[in-house]
């Protein structure tokens, strides 16, 4: 069964600190991982991951695959109150264009002032 | 660009009555994905439709559960009759086919099935 795992389910930290947040996955015909970030509403997306090894990056926000290992990491450097959210790691597997999307659980980061 | 619109945006219920909700993914998109979201199970993929035929509907709880996608700009998901087990957050979402699984997400309808 194809699954997808985050660690930790939860964060806190405090502004300014820097956290890394994992996913790994156990999935058959992986085609990209995904990073999405949910406020109180809608998940936004975040990056798209296709490759190993090489860092997507969006301000103080990073991502990186390893295939081999089968995880994915998104960094958070800086951190302000406005990065508490959930955030989501999402796989995409399947021979279609666009395939289907397997989440995982989550990650509710907490950053205080 | 109006995004994924959903509706209701809110929904209460008595058990056992029927439920419908609402999608328009994004003009050109061409896939459409309903989710359900419970802090108990997270976010669950029910099914997805490419070029509006139904491609996977394994995550489609029961059989109280249909989804249509009677053309390119609309989609229901319909719960008959519904069950207070059925109260989650139901998105909707949309892609292009090559944008390599890029999803855009609706508001999401909260739904309370008393």
């Known amino acids: 069964e194809d699954k997808v795992v985050q660690s930790p389910l939860s964060l806190v930290v405090h502004e300014g600190d820097t956290v890394t947040l994992n996913c790994s996955y156990e999935?058959?015909?992986?085609?990209?991982l995904l990073w999405y970030k949910q406020e109180k509403k809608a998940p936004t997306f975040l990056f798209m991951l296709?490759?190993?090894?090489i860092e997507k990056k969006s301000g103080r926000l990073s991502s990186i695959l390893d295939k081999k290992e089968l995880f994915s990491i998104l960094n958070i450097t800086a951190t302000q109150t406005g990065d508490s959210a959930i955030y989501l790691c999402?796989?995409?597997?399947?021979?279609?264009?666009?395939?289907?999307?397997?989440f995982g659980q989550g990650t509710t980061l907490q950053v205080k002032p | 660009d109006a995004g994924v619109i959903q509706s209701p945006r809110h929904e209460v219920t008595e058990m056992g009555q029927e439920v419908t909700l609402r999608c328009k993914p994004i003009?050109?998109?061409?896939?459409l994905f309903w989710y359900r979201q419970t802090m108990m199970r997270g976010l669950e993929l029910l099914i997805y439709?490419?070029?509006?035929?139904?491609?996977?509907d394994s995550g489609m709880p029961e059989d109280r559960f249909s989804a249509k996608m009677p053309n390119a700009s609309f989609s229901t998901l319909k719960i008959q009759p519904s069950e207070p087990r059925d109260s989650a957050v139901y998105f909707c979402?949309?892609?292009?086919?090559?944008?390599?699984?890029?999803?855009?997400f609706g508001p999401g309808t909260r739904l309370l099935v008393l």
């Open positions: 979402a949309s892609s292009l086919s090559g944008q390599g699984g890029t999803q855009y």
């Open positions: 999935v058959t015909n992986f085609r990209s």
């Open positions: 296709t490759s190993s090894g």
């Open positions: 999402a796989v995409r597997t399947g021979s279609s264009n666009t395939g289907k999307l397997i």
């Open positions: 003009s050109g998109h061409n896939s």
């Open positions: 439709f490419n070029n509006n035929v139904p491609i996977d």
